[in-house]
């Protein structure tokens, strides 16, 4: 079975700290993708990033960058200089390498940032 | 923007009745999901179709069903409702390549929030 976890349930910072939130997946498959979304109080689920297992390079786009440890099942998220319209819920989802799969999503992190 | 439309955008209702979630999926799309967003439940996987046709299914209740049209939009039915149907309901859309679709990205529409009382 397939399984995203997502320890923190709410971070709270200062507008312009650094930030980076935890995703930590299992999964029994090899190949596999894993998606960050932003979810903002108007409830949308904005897509950030998708990520194929089998390309463990780091992503920055911006202040976002991802950190993709296949070793330690870990796909972390961090927002540099944080501002307070980063102000969201954060999901962290897995899929399978098969067509039609659907996404497995964590419980998600809720990060407040304030001025 | 997705590109992935939903109406309405809110709903309220009462225990027992019926109601119809539609969902327009991005131009070029032949997949549909949808989920549901709960707040014991967290975001659920539903029911996926493909081309018209259903091609997976999730933690669907009987009560639930959905289907998707010639022109690809889809409607969610949910009937008899209960109190704990109450839940953002997402629909998504992903173009499925020649390969069978596996480098797609589901785009997410803004949801519709249904409270049953």
Known sequence: AQKVTQAQTEISVVEKEDVTLDCVYETRDTTYYLFWYKQPPSGELVFLIRRNSFDEQNEISGRYSWNFQKSTSSFNFTITASQVVDSAVYFCALRRNTGFQKLVFGTGTRLLVSP | ?117
């Open chain 2, 1 to 117: 923007d997705s590109g992935v439309t939903q109406t309405p955008k809110h709903l309220i209702t009462a225990t027992g009745q019926r109601v119809t979630l539609r969902c327009s999926p991005r131009s070029g799309d032949l997949s549909v999901y949808w989920y549901q967003q709960s707040l014991d439940q967290g975001l659920q996987f539903l029911i996926q179709y493909y081309n018209g046709e259903e091609r997976a299914k999730g933690n669907i209740l009987e009560r639930f069903s959905a289907q998707q049209f010639p022109d690809l939009h889809s409607e969610l039915n949910l009937s008899s409702l209960e109190l704990g149907d109450s839940a953002l309901y997402f629909c998504a859309s992903s173009v499925i390549g020649a390969s069978g679709g596996t480098q797609e990205t589901q785009y997410f529409g803004p949801g519709t929030r249904l409270l049953v009382l």
